[in-house]
């Protein structure tokens, strides 16, 4: 096996073990060595595949984003009326969110760290979910070309959908809500007017 292979395994398997100190620690107490040590692996080891903790989080939260956008993207080409895509997008996102929990909560803490230390948090969140968006709008357009959906703002069903992901992160996370099926029956009520 190649050394660039071998790294990368190495690598996904410190970003997992980084993620448990993460959830179990918060963003600020998680340090350097509490990784090392998960890990089970010297500092020095750590510096050869990360800078430092914050690098680690944000590859943290990348691969998370990136595997719910392939379960989107699979969701979304998945056979059947527009509608139900929808529904079946919107209860993929919040089982999603429920599950996710505490690394929604500690992602919620690092940006509410970042928002005081003077950080642009809203660009740092759109850089994560535009492709999301995307995929929901591509969604609401091939509706409305079939003549499955209302002619109507594709922007606006896409913020209504991203405000209601936007409530269940903030049900989860910060009120420690982990049932989020009255937000899918409000997804399911507004998916239901769209219908032509």
Not at 49 to 77: D, G, H, P
Not at 78 to 101: F, H, I, N, W
Not at 139 to 156: D, F
Request: proline share 1%.
């Amino acid at each position: 096996m190649s050394v660039t292979v071998e790294h990368e395994k190495r690598r996904k398997e410190i970003l997992e073990s980084a993620l448990d100190v993460f959830v179990e620690e918060g963003y600020a107490d998680t340090t350097f060595q509490k990784i090392a040590d998960r890990c089970g692996i010297t500092r020095t080891i750590l510096y050869l595949y990360f800078k430092n903790k914050r690098e680690i989080f944000m590859f943290s939260i990348k691969r998370f984003t990136e595997k719910l956008e392939e379960e989107i993207r699979a969701a979304a080409v998945a056979p059947g009326p527009s509608y139900d895509t929808l529904v079946r997008l919107s209860s993929l996102v919040m089982t999603r969110c429920a599950e996710q929990a505490k690394l929604l909560s500690v992602i919620v803490g690092y940006l509410e760290h970042s928002r005081k230390s003077g950080g642009d948090i809203g660009d740092k969140v759109r850089r994560r979910t535009i492709r999301m968006r995307h995929i929901i709008s591509g969604v609401v357009i091939a509706g409305q070309k079939r003549g499955e959906l209302k002619k109507v703002s594709v922007g606006a069903v896409s913020d209504f959908f991203y405000g209601l992901m936007e409530a269940a992160i903030f049900r989860v996370a910060v009120l420690g809500m982990l049932d989020t099926s009255d937000l899918e029956a409000a997804m399911r009520l507004f998916f239901e007017g769209l219908k032509a």
